[in-house]
Structure formats: structure tokens, C-alpha cells
């Protein structure tokens, strides 16, 4: 069992389970149609790895995936999808970087409210 499995194993609800692997796997799409992320990688174990050298201290782009998830988070505007539905994904993704890593330190630094109205 690779780490994505084991980490959606985790959720003891199968609806939750079912939400997070939809919100990563829309994400996912979009942002590797993007950045270009190795294609030979399982998608979270390249995600947890690339978060935990990017919150390293030091690191000169620290903040490389918030941009990455505030701009997928603005092109939901851009879709038929509902609001409710959007500050659900918004909330997903943000839960799904802050656990990735031990102490919830791939927490993301994002806005609470976000500037273009989409949650």
C-alpha cells in the first residue's frame, strides 16, 4: 500500500475519504497541467516531499504552494461549481497539506478570507 492509500485509509469515513481523494485529485489535475511535477511519482508522495523541503527554513521560495493553491482556488470561479462547494474544497486542500507532515507543518499560509470573493 503506497502512502496515498494508507493516508486515505485513514479517514474512518468512506464519504470524507471519497471528498479528499475527489479535492486532491481535481488539484492535482489542474496543477500538474501547470508545474510540470515528475510524471513517474505517485502525486502525494512528490506533494509531501516537495512541501516538506519547501517549509525547510532558509528556503528561498517558501510559499510556492500557497500561489499554486491560491490560484486553483481562483479558477473555481471559473467553473459551474457551487460556492458552498468551493469553501469545502478550500478547507479539504488546506487540511490536506496541514496534515501531510508531522505537527501539521505543511500547514498552508493562506488568507482566511480569500480576496476574489471564491472560498
Same mark, same amino acid.
Given at each position: 500500500?503506497? =502512502?496515498?492509500?494508507? $493516508?486515505?485509509? /485513514?479517514?474512518?469515513?468512506?464519504?470524507?475519504?471519497?471528498?479528499? +481523494?475527489?479535492? @486532491?485529485?481535481? @488539484?492535482?489535475?489542474?496543477?500538474?497541467?501547470?508545474? #510540470?511535477?515528475?510524471?513517474?511519482?505517485?502525486?502525494?508522495?512528490?506533494?509531501?516531499?516537495?512541501?516538506? =523541503?519547501?517549509?525547510?527554513?532558509?528556503?528561498?521560495? #517558501?510559499?510556492?504552494? +500557497?500561489?499554486?493553491? =491560491?490560484? $486553483?482556488? +481562483?479558477?473555481?470561479?471559473?467553473?459551474?461549481?457551487?460556492?458552498?462547494?468551493?469553501?469545502?474544497?478550500?478547507?479539504?486542500? /488546506?487540511?490536506? @497539506?496541514?496534515?501531510? !507532515?508531522?505537527?501539521h507543518a505543511g500547514t498552508l499560509r !493562506?488568507?482566511? +478570507?480569500?480576496?476574489?470573493?471564491?472560498?
Open positions: 500500500m503506497n =502512502a496515498r492509500d494508507r $493516508w486515505l485509509a /485513514s479517514f474512518a469515513s468512506e464519504n470524507t475519504r471519497d471528498l479528499y +481523494e475527489k479535492v @486532491f485529485d481535481m @488539484f492535482w489535475s489542474w496543477a500538474s497541467s501547470r508545474y #510540470s511535477p515528475p510524471a513517474d511519482v505517485d502525486p502525494y508522495d512528490w506533494l509531501v516531499d516537495h512541501r516538506r =523541503a519547501e517549509v525547510k527554513p532558509g528556503v528561498l521560495d #517558501s510559499l510556492h504552494c +500557497e500561489r499554486i493553491v =491560491a490560484a $486553483w482556488l +481562483e479558477s473555481l470561479a471559473q467553473t459551474d461549481l457551487e460556492p458552498s462547494s468551493a469553501t469545502t474544497y478550500r478547507a479539504v486542500l /488546506s487540511a490536506i @497539506f496541514g496534515r501531510c !507532515l508531522p505537527q !493562506l488568507p482566511l +478570507e480569500p480576496s476574489d470573493g471564491v472560498s
